[in-house]
């Protein structure tokens, strides 16, 4: 489970009983400022991580991809603005296969965003 935090990174816990017991919390390489992260596992096995990864303010969004839930890339950028926020996003995964999310543009509108992933 990965979570947010107010330590400048994203944590991470790991259960191996189905979420009865989890491991100690620990922190990931993943920048992030204590904003709204959320994530995927594809039906292919692979995770989808959308997040804010800088330290302060929320005006860059990115995805992020990972095959074992551990080591992740930069699989795209969002949003990039000297100013904004963009905050609070979702993603899942369509029947189809392709990747649907969702997040707020400067807490006045929500863009939608569909990514069919090769």
Known sequence: MLCRSKNKKIVETWSEDNGNTWSPIEATSLVNNNSGIDAVTLSNGKQLLICNPIEKGRNKLSLFISDDGKTWKELLILEDQPKGEFSYPAIIQGKDGSI??????NRVKIKYVHIELI
């Open 100 to 105: 649907h999310i969702t997040y707020t543009y």
